[in-house]
T-cell receptor, first 113, second 113 residues
Framework: GDSVVQTEGQVLPSEGDSLIVNCSYE??????LFWYVQYPGEGPQLHLKAMKANDKGRNKGFEAMYRKETTSFHLEKDSVQESDSAVYFCALSECDAGNMLTFGGGTRLMVKP | EPEVTQTPSHQVTQMGQEVILRCVPISNHLYFYWYRQILGQKVEFLVSFYNNEISEKSEIFDDQFSVERPDGSNFTLKIRSTKLEDSAMYFCASRTGNTGELFFGEGSRLTVL
């Protein structure tokens, strides 16, 4: 079955640091790829997406490139801010699986002021 | 801004009791989903629902679970006889079409004692 593996646990950069949160996926199909963000007390919300290979998703200074050759969708930002602190989930969906989302385990980003 | 709403926000129940979690999806959405998140773990797909029937379900969604859209607005998840391991945050989600953005509610926390 499909699977998504991402950077585990917490990431603790300081404000202004660059960020990479790794995401690798495994599937037999051609998925769409997503990053969802979850703030305390809220449900996940779409952060950015890429629908096919070589697409780049962008939002609020974050970027992720859909790399089919390495089956990766790493989340990157040049300069994080304290307000970026949240839990980030990498996810994939496939058209022939009802477009249900398969999530990674989540990465807690805590940006130090 | 339209949103997915869920009730109750928190329910505590005894093992073996029936629980119904309610969701009001965004009004023009046609595809409905339940996901769950055990504390500290990944978000897991339970079931998808379209055109008044289940379209996909996961291994988690066994005979103890059922979903219903009784009145054209509410979308409910019923757990017939709760177990300790059903304790989790349950998220309802909806989208307009099969490939549109998935919108999540804020979740219903279920605690089974």
């Amino acid at each position: 079955g499909d699977s998504v593996v991402q950077t585990e646990g917490q990431v603790l950069p300081s404000e202004g640091d660059s960020l990479i949160v790794n995401c690798s996926y495994e599937t037999t199909q051609y998925p769409s790829l997503f990053w969802y963000v979850q703030y305390p007390g809220e449900g996940p919300q779409l952060h950015l997406k890429a629908m096919k290979a070589n697409d780049k998703g962008r939002n609020k200074g974050f970027e992720a490139m859909y790399r089919k050759e390495t089956t990766s969708f790493h989340l990157e930002k040049d300069s994080v801010q304290e307000s970026d602190s949240a839990v980030y989930f990498c996810a994939l969906s496939e058209c022939d699986a009802g477009n249900m989302l398969t999530f990674g385990g989540g990465t807690r980003l805590m940006v130090k002021p | 801004e339209p949103e997915v709403t869920q009730t109750p926000s928190h329910q505590v129940t005894q093992m073996g009791q029936e629980v119904i979690l309610r969701c009001v999806p965004i009004s023009n959405h046609l595809y409905f989903y339940w996901y769950r998140q055990i504390l500290g773990q990944k978000v897991e797909f339970l079931v998808s629902f379209y055109n008044n029937e289940i379209s996909e379900k996961s291994e988690i969604f066994d005979d103890q679970f059922s979903v219903e859209r009784p009145d054209g607005s509410n979308f409910t998840l019923k757990i017939r006889s709760t177990k300790l391991e059903d304790s989790a945050m349950y998220f309802c989600a909806s989208r307009t079409g099969n490939t549109g953005e998935l919108f999540f509610g804020e979740g219903s926390r279920l605690t089974v004692l």
